[in-house]
């Protein structure tokens, strides 16, 4: 299975600079021999416009959040079904900044993850600990109770291990916490899951740059990346790409 990379945008990307970064990394793809899948995930607003614009490019296009219902009284918020119409694959649930700024609970995310499915998109379940939580030593607990937590019986979508820690802060988690970590969420899937669990893509999150992509890529069990800041620019988002394995 060849490694993805999931470029996450956050709440970054007016019209033009948006039709920029996805023309940019099409051009570069172009020039990879076999490329890896590649997703970007813009805000919600830019979805329609890029899904038209990325036809044909092989970059598959991702919504960062959806809301559990298929529709109805819920002012400000989008539904799996709306994103699958705009030609939306993926989307990104349970991201720490939504579970922190939002207040979503694993139930919450678990809701959204069926409505995702149900809708026929990949949900890409994130999951990871705080820094106090590392500190503790309370980790696997954490990670463990996240994925019992967020993921429904019949899951089939990819984990995104994200140490809320390594988030934005420039450095990622070392190559042995990496591995310690794939090494115990696979066997928690397997445990959960069974033959899904142990075939489920897991990637890792939290400060990949291309410098440090062709260190944490190869890591077992690790299936990709899921990338913010260094998603937000061409030449940075491809050298990641470029590492894929
Ligand atoms: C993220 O928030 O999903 C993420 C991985 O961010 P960054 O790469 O900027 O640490």
Redesign the pocket.
């Known amino acids: 299975m060849k490694q993805m990379i999931v470029g ?1 945008w ?1 709440m970054n990307g007016l019209s033009a600079p948006s039709r920029d970064l996805v023309s940019a990394i099409a051009q570069g793809l172009k020039a990879i021999a076999n490329p890896p899948p590649v997703v970007v995930c813009p805000p919600f607003t830019q979805l329609g416009a890029l899904s038209l614009l990325l036809k044909g490019t092989g970059i598959a296009l991702g919504a960062q959040d959806c809301h559990h219902a298929p529709s109805g009284a819920h002012t400000g918020d989008i539904s799996a079904i709306m994103l699958a119409e705009l030609g939306v694959e993926y989307v990104i649930l349970g ?3 939504r579970r922190r700024e939002h207040g979503e609970l694993d139930e919450t995310v678990r809701e959204k993850t069926v409505a995702a499915m149900d809708a026929g998109l990949t949900p890409i379940v ?1 999951i990871g600990e705080s820094a106090d939580q590392r500190a503790a030593g309370e980790y696997q607990d954490v990670v463990g109770w996240q994925i019992k937590g967020s993921l429904p019986d019949n899951f089939s979508g990819i984990v ?1 291990y ?1 140490p809320v820690w ?4 420039g450095v990622p988690a070392s190559p042995q916490d990496i591995a310690d970590m794939m090494g115990f969420i696979r066997a928690e899937l397997t445990r959960q899951f069974g033959e899904t669990g142990k075939t489920t893509r897991i990637l890792y ?4 740059s291309g410098r440090e992509a062709p260190t944490i890529l190869p890591i077992a069990e690790v299936g990709g990346a ?6 937000l620019k061409a030449d940075a988002f491809l050298p990641i790409v470029r590492a894929a394995i």
């Not at 390594?166 to 802060?169: K, Q, T």
């Not at 999150?205 to 990949?208: E, L």
């Open positions: 996450n956050k991201h720490s900044e994130c995104a994200e390594a988030i934005g802060s999150g939290g400060s990949v899921l990338v913010g800041g260094a998603s």
